[in-house]
């Protein structure tokens, strides 16, 4: 996860160094077709693409239309707020995953993961900033980049341990381009920029390789305790922020991130609780049932 984590935030800081010269669909083709490439050669590489036949399996499948909705909302909000700002909001992931996973009936949630996603949910309002003078609709697009992350990181957990991790990272990597494709119509695409396209060419092996990292810690381990090392990306966000942009998150930001930090690791925290409880209860001896004494003649 940490690995991912740095992957994935140099991928993001390449990608907006494109958004000046493409705009989203265009980013997704490009950097798509190259990351379908990184992904194969990883997967092959590493012996990972198994079967073939796993690309018929359903939850694979909508987790590589996730995977592209994700990027498409990632990349359009992007292109207008602050690299800080964006990774501080998309680590309310884990904290929607508890709000998601209750909804749907796969766990119950008691007050006290209740109340941590309130205090999350504090901790967005401060980076969005929802009032007349400092409302910003890309953020809610941002979120609504981590509702779709939390759902993404759900589905992971069901694809059938047959299923290789290579061939689930060549089909998230495939349904980013398509998608792109599919809405180039909506969006003006531009003439090639080498330098552009270079940064999305970089950008590509790194999110491929961060995508095999998160996978990989997401299936047949204990995720509440690997998801907590998520947070190690906004340090990573806001030193390649200010290097590269000289941006650096004001102070309600900063403050809503550390919210947000907190809850998610609560969050966590009490996940791990209520494993170690239910494998306590599993492991416990069961009472066994008194015989019943034979009757008298």
């Known amino acids: 996860m940490l690995g991912a984590m740095a992957l994935f935030c140099g991928n993001d800081t390449l990608v907006k160094l494109a958004t000046g010269a493409y705009p989203a669909s265009q980013i997704l083709a490009v950097r798509g077709l190259f990351a379908v490439i990184a992904a194969t050669v990883l997967a092959f590489a590493l012996g990972q693409v198994g079967s073939w036949r796993g690309l018929r399996n359903p939850m694979l499948l909508l987790r590589a239309f996730l995977e592209a909705a994700v990027a498409f909302t990632f990349i359009t909000a992007l292109a207008h707020i602050p690299l800080g700002n964006i990774t501080a909001i998309l680590q309310a ?16 949630v008691g007050w006290r993961r209740w109340c941590a996603v309130f205090v999350g949910f504090c901790g967005v309002v401060l980076i969005v900033k929802p009032d007349m003078g400092g409302f910003d609709a890309w953020a809610l697009v941002a979120l609504g980049a981590a ?14 341990a047959e299923v290789s991790t290579g061939l689930v990272t060549i089909a998230s990597a495939a349904a980013v381009p398509l998608v792109g494709l599919a809405l180039s119509p909506t969006q003006e695409w531009q003439p090639i920029d080498a330098r552009a396209t ?3 060419a970089g950008a590509a092996v790194l999110v491929s ?3 095999y990292c998160l996978i990989v810690a997401c299936r047949g381990t204990d ?14 966000a806001v030193m390649l922020g200010f290097l ?3 941006e ?24 791990r609780v209520r494993m170690r409880e239910a494998r306590a209860t599993a492991a416990a001896p069961q ?11």
Do not use: C
């Open 223 to 236: 995720v509440s305790l690997v998801s907590s090392f998520r947070y190690s990306v906004v340090v990573w």
């Open 93 to 108: 992931t884990p904290i929607l995953m508890t709000m998601i996973a209750a909804v749907v009936g796969l766990e119950t």
């Open 287 to 297: 009472p066994q049932a008194k015989p019943v004494p034979a009757a008298q003649p």
């Open 248 to 271: 650096l998150p004001d102070t309600l930001a900063m403050a809503g991130t550390g919210l947000i930090v907190a809850a998610g690791v609560y969050t966590i925290h009490r996940e």
């Open 244 to 246: 590269v942009w000289g």
């Open 209 to 211: 390789l961060g995508n």
């Open 198 to 200: 270079g940064f999305l």
């Open 147 to 160: 509702a779709l992350a939390a759902t993404r990181d759900l589905v992971t957990r069901q694809i059938r």
